[in-house]
């Protein structure tokens, strides 16, 4: 029997480490958030690695990006990818881990001349984090047809500006039409994210489905006042709200239906002055949970709360929804591909739900999708400490070859 192929796990290492020096910040981990200067510098490394192995490249107009290897027949391509735009502070495997691994994927595919029936794909997809422009897997639901362009565009991010703007700024937007993919089918390697792995000691995940994610943002206007001098009485402050509101998620969390999580993650208060009562607070709550329903009624749950307590303390409330996506299941041929193509590799492996947010779970609307997951040290992500073992990350990468190459010959 022909021995089985496999990755070059030092050269996949190497680039992992070249791209996390890309927005790398002195004491470890990455800053490259969507469409900033180190987002571009980190696309054209990505892009040089594509064309070395000569893929045809196309890049759409919120800056998607597809390298394509050409298979024996014309049929739709076999894709895998993810995201090479970080949160700040992250780590260097979020993301990059799938990108690169495709990449190394298809050099492995080259420097052992094997072809495939159908034409491989690997992708990275703008703005998956979210971070900076909500909502997040912004690139992958628009390069699928679920969030129109123009709405894309006009996001304002964090700092005021617009997708537009800055897709304009670092010269990425292209001409590759959005919408309407044809992906014969699609699989992302990422990182675990989480303790599970680690905790039971198992190599792969097989990744089934991902929970629903509900961002809102509340913005507060109080009365600004002397902090030494204004009554408690007589006070309409909106950081109380942000208080409550943070210890209110945390125990709703604690009855809510299902597996229910709860994050107050960016707050801002104005004018932020030790001696000064807050004249607006804004804030966001993320809610996730693997049954639909229950996620809905956490979401209404927080509404209802912080309109009640605004009322009591004369404040007034706006909300916007930044963020939402139902609970997805992957499909069965593909999650089931994944888990033979592991066992027979002699790995671990645990079929399981994903709790982050990934660009899979968005392509899992236009073809048959799936992801695989390896551990993560400590349960540690978005954080520069994240950290997965290089013996997992080649047996991920592994799965993922052999996983594609039984896609693209099936
Ligand atoms: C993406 O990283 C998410 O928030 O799940
Ligand atoms: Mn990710
Ligand atoms: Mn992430």
């Known amino acids: 029997m022909r021995p089985q192929v496999s990755i070059n796990a030092d050269r996949l290492l190497a680039n992992l480490r070249t791209l996390g020096q890309i927005g790398g910040r002195p004491g470890g981990g990455v800053s490259r958030l969507a469409l900033t200067p180190q987002d571009l510098a980190g696309r054209r490394q990505v892009l040089r690695w594509m064309e070395e192995l000569g893929l045809e490249i196309t890049i759409d107009a919120l800056g998607n990006t597809v390298g394509v290897r050409k298979g024996l027949s014309e049929l739709s391509p076999v894709m895998t990818g993810s995201h090479i735009d970080t949160v700040d502070g992250g780590g260097i495997y979020d993301g990059n881990l799938g990108v690169l691994a495709g990449i190394e994927v298809l050099a492995t595919l080259d420097e052992h001349n094997i072809s495939t029936k159908r ?195 004369g404040l007034t409330v706006r909300h916007r929804n930044l963020a939402r996506f139902a609970p997805v299941a992957f499909a069965s041929s593909v999650v089931d591909r994944i888990e033979a193509v592991a066992t027979s590799h002699g790995l671990s492996n645990i079929r399981m739900p994903s709790g982050a947010g990934h660009d899979a779970q968005v392509l899992a609307r236009c073809c048959p999708a799936g992801m ?39």
Request: hydrophobic fraction near 40%.
């Open 119 to 313: 034409p491989l794909a690997v992708a990275f997809f703008t703005n998956e984090e979210g971070a900076r422009f909500a909502p997040d897997m912004m690139g992958s639901l628009v390069f699928e047809g679920s969030l129109d362009l123009e709405t894309a565009l006009a996001t304002v991010g964090i700092d005021g500006t617009t997708v537009a703007q800055n897709l304009d700024a670092i010269d990425m937007r292209g001409t590759a039409p959005c919408g309407k993919p044809d992906v014969h089918a699609f699989i992302e390697l990422h990182i675990e994210q989480g303790p599970r792995l680690e905790r039971e000691g198992i190599t792969i995940g097989i990744v089934e489905g991902v929970q629903g994610i509900c961002w809102t943002e509340f913005e507060l206007d109080g009365v600004s006042n002397h902090a030494g001098t204004t009554p408690m009485s007589l006070r309409h402050d909106p950081s109380v709200l942000v208080g409550e509101t943070i210890v209110f998620a945390r125990e709703l969390t604690k009855h809510h239906p299902g597996v229910q999580l709860a994050t107050v993650g960016s707050v801002t208060l104005k004018p932020n002055l030790v001696n000064v009562i807050p004249r607006t607070a804004r804030f966001t709550v993320d809610l996730r949970n693997t049954d639909g329903v229950a996620l809905d009624q956490a979401e209404q749950a927080t509404i209802d709360f912080v309109y009640r307590q605004a009322r009591a303390e």
């Open 372 to 410: 695989i997951f390896v551990p993560s040290l400590g349960g540690i992500s978005h954080n520069p400490r994240e950290h997965t073992d290089a013996r997992d990350i080649e047996s991920g990468a592994n799965v993922l070859l052999h996983a594609l190459l039984e896609l693209a010959n099936a």
